[in-house]
């Protein structure tokens, strides 16, 4: 079972900052948080992991609290291609399989 | 740098007929995952593989299913006998290190009529 929790779907406005939210309130020391995408029935799409602290790359910003019990997913300016179903997943990473839960679909509007 | 290659892309079959789906890992990587995605529902992790050896089949089915991963040539996902219940996106997905930070290919939809 997943580990994470996610509300079901979410919308934004072209343009505009997308924070999609995950709970992980039993994330243990060495498992780090991952952020997929799935668009359509495309094969998923790696966006960013982290441990502790933020990360930020070319696609997105991950925001990781300091309890380490919650992060938040941040789109700085979505556009329509970034419509899509949004996973967090816990992992410890090496050698580990990912668990896909339901995920988090958002839209975004014109 | 080619992605994760799958193939076949579609592929049907009767039921009771075999299925091959192939998987062709990104140059340099060592460690090879199935997943399969049932029609409205999540991906579903199947089988965990490095270079001839099986890691973790905690996902696979217990009969008709199984996966290799050669020491040359593509891993291959095998479903003997299939029925329409096998009928999914099979998605297959690669890393250099084992770690989750994996490249998926586009997948084959396998459609058993």
């Known amino acids: 079972d997943a580990k994470t929790t996610q509300p079901p779907s979410m919308d934004c406005a072209e343009g505009r900052a997308a924070n999609l939210p995950c709970n992980h309130s039993?994330?243990?020391?060495?498992?780090?948080v991952y952020w997929y995408r799935q668009i359509h029935s495309q094969g998923p799409q790696y966006i960013i992991h982290?441990?502790?602290n933020n990360e930020t790359n070319e696609m997105a910003s991950l925001i990781i609290t300091e309890d380490r019990k919650s992060s938040t997913l941040i789109l700085p300016h979505a556009t329509l291609r970034d419509t899509a179903v949004y996973y967090c997943i816990v992992s410890e990473g090496a050698n580990s399989k990912l668990t896909f839960g339901k995920g988090i679909t958002l839209s975004v509007r014109p | 740098n080619a992605g994760v290659m799958q193939n076949p892309r579609h592929l049907v079959r009767r039921r009771g007929q075999e299925a091959r789906l192939r998987c062709s890992p990104m140059?340099?990587?060592?460690?090879v995952y199935w997943y399969r995605q049932l029609p409205e529902e999540g991906l579903k992790f199947m089988v965990y593989l490095q270079k001839e050896n099986i890691i973790d089949e905690s996902g696979m089915p217990k009969e008709r299913f199984s996966a290799e991963f050669p020491k040359e040539g593509p891993s291959i996902l095998r479903i003997q006998q299939v029925v329409r219940g096998d009928s999914a996106a099979y998605f297959c997905?690669?890393?250099?290190?084992?770690?989750?930070?994996?490249?998926f290919g586009s997948g084959t939809r396998l459609t058993v009529v």
């Open positions: 140059k340099g990587h060592s460690h």
């Open positions: 039993t994330i243990s020391g060495n498992e780090y």
């Open positions: 997905a690669s890393s250099p290190d084992g770690s989750g930070g994996y490249t």
């Open positions: 982290g441990l502790k």
